[in-house]
């Protein structure tokens, strides 16, 4: 069981809008900014959204973050067929002295 | 351009130890901490530890203290990590990653070496 939570899954279709959560606790999330990955099989994870909602550099602004209280977001304003690939959040965690990850979510596009 | 080179894919026996090496270059080295990141088959990510260029710290990740040890050369700009005792659930792809904030375990990754797959298998 991840510290952070996301849904494993989800599914949209493109040009949609699409967001994935994730959800944490007062020790990470409650305290400390989240980041972003994007991850293609068999490829190293790429990092999309650092600080919560700071794009890294070259990452298309169709890509957002967001963060209240013990949850973040990421957004997709319009998917393409190219955005399927697998997101994970992560945080630094004060009371595990270590990084945290989400489990991971595996978007699929119709 | 900034680039973490690791070394190639290594299949171990149960108990024995692995170590792989991420080769850093095209910054200060001493300047990013470097980070360890593995992925199970079919799993997610999972931080196993990180060690401070400039000095000599390390932080581990609870569940692997005791059986990693992360050390660099800052001769060649190189951070080694090296994992003991090995089981079959320590089958994954290990990960090298650059801190994102200089002097900083805080900032997350932001560079990745390409990978180096460890099989431990009887």
């Known amino acids: 069981q991840s510290v952070l939570i996301q849904p494993p899954s989800a599914s949209g279709t493109p040009g949609q809008r699409f967001t994935i959560s994730c959800s944490g606790s007062s020790s990470n999330l409650g305290r400390n900014t989240v980041n972003w990955y994007q991850q293609f099989p068999g490829t190293a994870p790429k990092l999309l959204i650092y600080?919560?909602?700071q794009r890294q550099s070259g990452i298309p602004d169709r890509f957002s973050g967001s963060k209240s209280g013990t949850s973040a977001s990421l957004a997709i304003s319009a998917l393409h067929s190219d955005d399927e690939a697998d997101y994970y959040c992560?945080?630094?965690?004060?009371?595990?002295?270590?990084?945290?990850f989400g489990g991971g979510t595996k978007l699929t596009v119709l | 351009q900034v680039q973490l080179v690791q070394s190639g894919a290594e299949v171990k026996r149960p108990g024995a130890s692995v170590k792989v090496f991420c080769k850093t270059s095209?910054?200060?080295?001493?300047?990013?901490?470097v980070h360890w990141v593995r992925q199970a088959p079919g799993q997610g990510l999972e931080w196993v530890g990180t060690?401070?260029?400039?000095?000599?710290?390390?932080t581990y990740a609870h569940k692997f203290q005791g059986r990693v040890t992360v050390t660099k050369d800052t001769s060649t700009n190189t951070v080694f990590m090296e994992l003991s005792s090995l089981r079959s659930d320590d089958t994954a792809v290990y990960y090298c990653?650059?801190?994102?904030?200089?002097?900083?375990?805080?900032?997350?990754?932001?560079?990745w070496g390409q990978g180096t797959p460890v099989t431990v298998s009887s």
């Open positions: 600080r919560n909602d």
């Open positions: 095209g910054y200060m080295f001493i300047t990013y901490y």
């Open positions: 990653g650059r801190g994102r904030l200089e002097y900083s375990i805080r900032g997350g990754f932001d560079l």
């Open positions: 992560a945080a630094w965690d004060d009371s595990l002295n270590a990084w945290v």
């Open positions: 060690i401070n260029p400039s000095g000599t710290t390390t």
